[in-house]
């Protein structure tokens, strides 16, 4: 028999536990990404082919691929792949974090009453959480005030995997803006930003990178360089750090102390 005087369970979620499970799972998903691009380059054919070879039957064997038509092939698939985990992160951590926002703002609420409000919090976080990417951030921004420097970046890359899931990496004017582009903002190491002496502590990196446009036009066909692959990955680093960082100052706006 339940116990009806039993009281809700307290959700525990902080701020430095998201921002490390999605620091940590970005970069994991950048080894990987290196450790695949460099296998995928350096396979010689005679590798390939031995590997291939290695069971003496194949499916389909009419159907096999050379070494230079596996490695193209493999480089779409890991486009595909890296565009979905930047996707399925960037969607975890703002959902994560407008839960700790909503939880934050509430918390009175849920203090006076608690099973009432936590319906509402649930409810309110459910539809988020099924929300499309610019959908998120308009809530995050109307609920809360936070604003994301590279929301474009994120959003069009939803826009591109869409093109890749469904044209093939063609992209049709579904997925472009206005002016017929699909922009991607890249985050890339500024040698000038370098310091000449090798520095005491790790460098910070939103201090020595600049912004790199990658424009794609209706028609274009979406590929990315190994290096602009990776430059994914540390663009989407960023977006979260400034995530994060905009989730703070909300939390410390709601602390009388600091006002």
């Given at each position: 028999m339940a116990d009806e005087n039993k009281q809700p369970e307290k959700v525990s979620i902080s701020l430095q536990s998201i921002s490390q499970n999605h620091m940590v799972a970005l970069q994991r998903q950048f080894d990987l990404l290196a450790f695949n691009l460099v296998a995928a380059e350096k396979v010689t054919?005679?590798?390939y082919e031995a590997a291939s070879n290695s069971t003496q039957i194949m499916p389909f064997r009419p159907a096999h691929l050379n070494v230079e038509h596996i490695q193209a092939y493999g480089l779409d698939l890991?486009?595909?792949s890296t565009l979905n985990d930047i996707i399925r992160l960037s969607a975890s951590c703002m959902d994560q974090c407008f839960f700790l926002c909503t939880l934050l703002k509430k918390k009175q609420d849920i203090e006076d009453k608690p099973e009432e409000t936590q319906k509402k919090v649930n409810q309110i976080q459910n539809e988020f959480v099924h929300a499309s990417l610019d959908v998120k951030f308009e809530m995050l921004e109307n609920d809360f005030g936070i604003i994301c420097e590279l929301e474009d970046t994120i959003t069009n890359l939803g826009f591109a995997f869409h093109a890749i899931t469904r044209n093939r990496?063609?992209?049709?004017?579904q997925e472009v803006d206005e002016n017929?582009?699909?922009v991607i903002d890249l985050k890339v190491l500024d040698p000038n930003k370098l310091p000449k002496d090798k520095p005491e502590k790790p460098l910070d990196a939103e201090s020595v990178v600049?912004?790199?446009k990658k424009i794609f036009k209706v028609g274009d066909r979406l590929q990315f360089t190994a290096?602009?692959?990776?430059?994914l990955l540390v663009t989407t680093a960023s977006f979260f750090n400034g995530l994060?960082?905009?989730v703070d100052d909300f939390g410390q706006s709601l602390n009388p102390n600091n006002k």
């Open positions: 054919s005679e590798q890991l486009i595909r990496g063609q992209l049709t004017e017929g582009e699909l600049r912004d790199e290096r602009e692959m990776l430059s994060f960082v905009s």
